[in-house]
């Protein structure tokens, strides 16, 4: 199993562009969820997914989408990106939306907004 | 509100000496708690977890202990190695579940040789 995998790592956008950034997981998992991190901070919730067809929002959603077409892909996209969302962003997915399994995180993507 | 918070944000040790990490959470609903290693540039990797119904859980080399009374849940290292240098989160299962984590600031471990 490649576990999950998010891409790009690297992004450099300019203020109002917009992007998708990917993440896949092949472990079957229900639930799955994207965080920013910022220097010197934890993980903040932006969205997460419960199951296909469900998303619901995290603590910092403003200027985020995200989608759950299939249980394999959770895309979280910016539609115009500010240099307030220049940040490393992890997706991550569990067994259990129940919140007592552990969540398996990707190698994130580290984006810049200039 | 929710908040998990650690006292020390970073945190020193000799190499071979045991160390502890500390994590204060304020949601007593919370019934699921895990502790994080973040090695730098890499996603966050699971050290070991533990369940309100449980005080203690070893796993290699760690501890993981929960004072329910106090809302203190603590992390121990035994004979630190310097590949334990890393930041260390730990998280709480938020009000509602759904999966989502409440994540704490993080303690960054540096081991000295």
């Known amino acids: 199993n490649a576990g999950v995998t998010q891409t790009p790592k690297f992004q450099v956008l300019k203020t109002g562009q917009s992007m998708t950034l990917q993440c896949a997981q092949d472990m079957n998992h229900e639930y799955m969820s994207w965080y920013r991190q910022d220097p010197g901070m934890g993980l903040r919730l932006i969205h997460y997914?419960?199951?296909?067809?469900?998303?619901d929002q995290g603590e910092v959603p403003n200027g985020y989408n995200v989608s759950r077409s299939t249980t394999e892909d959770f895309p979280l996209r910016l539609l115009s990106a500010a240099p307030s969302q220049t940040s490393v962003y992890f997706c991550a997915s569990s067994y259990s939306n129940r919140g007592n399994t552990e969540a398996f995180f990707g190698q994130g993507t580290r984006l810049t907004v200039v | 509100g929710e908040s998990v918070g650690l006292h020390l944000p970073t945190l020193s040790v000799q190499e071979g000496d045991n160390s502890i990490i500390n994590c204060a959470y304020s949601?007593?609903?919370?019934?699921?708690f895990i502790w994080y290693k973040q090695e730098s540039g890499k996603g966050p990797q699971f050290i070991i977890d533990i369940r309100s119904n449980m005080d203690k859980r070893q796993g290699q080399r760690v501890t993981v202990l929960l004072n329910k009374t106090v809302k203190h849940l603590s992390l121990q290292i035994a004979a630190t190695q310097p590949g334990d240098s890393a930041v260390y989160f730990c998280a709480e299962n938020g009000v509602g579940g759904g999966g989502k984590l409440i994540f704490g600031q993080g303690t960054e471990l540096s081991v000295k040789p």
């Open positions: 997914s419960v199951g296909a067809g469900i998303t």
């Open positions: 949601n007593s609903a919370s019934d699921y």
